[in-house]
Structures are given as structure tokens and as C-alpha cells.
């Protein structure tokens, strides 16, 4: 069973960084597309940023590009966000995924992939 560790949460004040970081165990991300989402309260969870199998095309919502930036590193098995500028409506439970299918054409993970547990992101001063 895959098992992703999420970590670099926490709270920032506006105009801060973060980087969330996502670690598997016993499953290799290389060539599997992988994502971060997030949910807000009371709001339905929304795709922030996905990158495709081989890297070569990348998502990014209207509202976090040119501040959010996806990546990962297949040696570690681990896939990042790092997320800069932050604003108040950035706060979420973000969540790591990947998809189920590997080599697929997808450029976000879809049903069925792979999630990670959650976590705490809070932009606040």
C-alpha cells in the first residue's frame, strides 16, 4: 500500500514561503503524474498545481501562478511545492497525489491515484 509523509506546514504570515515536501514509501513517483490539491473550509478541493508524467507539461491554478512552483526528485521519491507570496486565501489542507496510471497522458493525478494524509497550511498575521 503507498504511503506519503507530508511535511513543511504550518503557519506564515502573508508574503511568506513554504515548501511542502512528499515523501512516499514503497512506491516510486518516476513517471507517474503527480499533484498538489488543497480544501478550503466550506469550499470543495481544487487542483493547485500538477505536473505530468515526464515532467513535460506542469499545471498551475490562475490563482498561484507565477508564485507556486512544483518539483520533484524520483532518487528521493519526493515530490514539492514551494509556495512563495503567500496570501491569506492560500490557507488550506494541502494535499499530495499521483496518479494511478504510470507513463499515463494525464497532467493531473486522477480517481483513483494515490493521496497523501493533509496537511495545515495557514497565512495569517
Known amino acids: 500500500q503507498v504511503q506519503f509523509v507530508e511535511s513543511g506546514g504550518g503557519l506564515v504570515q502573508p ?3 513554504l515548501r511542502l515536501s512528499c515523501t512516499s514509501s514503497g512506491f516510486t513517483l518516476d513517471n507517474y503524474a503527480i499533484g498538489w490539491f488543497r480544501q478550503a473550509p466550506g469550499k470543495e478541493r481544487e487542483a493547485v498545481s500538477c505536473s505530468s508524467s515526464s515532467d513535460s507539461t506542469t499545471y ?11 518539483s520533484r526528485d524520483n532518487a528521493k521519491n519526493t515530490m514539492y511545492l514551494q509556495m512563495s507570496s503567500l496570501k491569506p486565501e492560500d490557507t488550506a489542507v494541502y494535499y499530495c497525489a499521483t496518479d494511478k496510471i504510470r507513463f499515463g497522458v ?18 495569517s498575521s
Open 106 to 123: 494525464r497532467t493531473c493525478p486522477g480517481d483513483g491515484g494515490s493521496w497523501g494524509q493533509g496537511i495545515q497550511v495557514t497565512v
Open 60 to 70: 498551475y491554478a490562475d490563482s498561484v501562478k507565477g508564485r507556486f512552483t512544483i
Open 15 to 17: 508574503g511568506g514561503s
